[in-house]
């Protein structure tokens, strides 16, 4: 059976036959997607040079829903509006071009055992992931510190039941959360900060008494907690009220 070929709104009768050969999926492959690039000898010697690079799978959970993989070079208790990271594994030659994601597109990010969420404070991102720096309880603690020159400090995990110091810092950011609350802001003066957690660690009395100054030297009566140790603080409120 011959096919006929009619004209297409005054179309050529030729161009008639290629539209149809489209439809039936018989046309000319499309132009082929230009491949990746090929290792050269430069970036061998590079690799050579810098030594396999430290990488950690990760996954992203934007706020779509949609889950992705990745790799970071490193990560921190606490990542302020970017994430760098890598498509492919670092290590492969050439290596991958490192790009970014900003925070308010993610819901999470899981990586080497540790998930880090996306804070939002009053319904608005804080632009800011971050891992629960107390020890698991009711109250969850997130924050992180920075110097004279505004560099970031990340807090560190609790190791068991105790808390590496973080040293003295300027400038400390804390957010805690009830368990199935809202996230609250922690104020940064020394004097809010204590009202703030006498409030909050009010069923355990022993530990909101340590808030407050006592009496004596100038050196004894400096509360036990302040702004520096709010991981401290948490995770012993967290310990007292599992424990009863």
């Known amino acids: 059976m011959k096919l006929k070929f009619l004209p297409i709104f005054g179309v050529r009768p030729r161009f008639g036959q290629l539209l149809l050969l489209c439809g039936l999926g018989l046309a ?52 302020l ?39 939002q404070l009053h319904g608005k991102p804080l632009k800011m992931l971050a891992e629960n720096v107390a020890t698991p309880g009711p109250l969850a603690l997130y924050g992180y510190a920075k110097t004279k020159n505004d560099m970031l400090i990340p807090i560190p995990l609790p190791v068991g039941a105790l808390l590496i110091s973080t040293g003295t810092h300027e400038k400390y950011y804390w957010y805690v959360r009830a368990y199935g609350g809202e996230l609250q802001e922690v104020p940064r003066t020394q004097q809010g900060y204590t009202a703030f957690m006498s409030r909050l660690c009010e069923k355990v009395p022993a530990l909101a008494a340590e808030l407050r100054p006592a009496k004596g030297t100038e050196a004894a009566r400096r509360p036990k907690y302040q702004l520096h140790n709010a991981p401290e603080l948490i995770s012993a409120y967290n310990q007292a009220v599992s424990g009863k």
């Open 81 to 119: 509006d970017k994430v760098e990271c890598y498509e492919t594994p670092p290590d492969r030659l050439p290596r991958p071009k490192l790009k970014a994601i900003d925070i308010e597109r993610l819901q999470s990010m899981a990586v080497d055992g540790h998930t880090l969420v996306a804070l």
């Open 28 to 79: 000319a492959p499309a132009r082929a997607q230009r491949p990746e690039r090929v290792a050269t000898r430069v970036d061998s010697l590079r690799a050579a040079r810098d030594g396999a690079p430290t990488f950690f799978p990760a996954q992203f959970t934007f706020v779509s829903g949609k889950q992705v993989q990745g790799y970071v070079e490193s990560y921190s208790t606490s990542l």
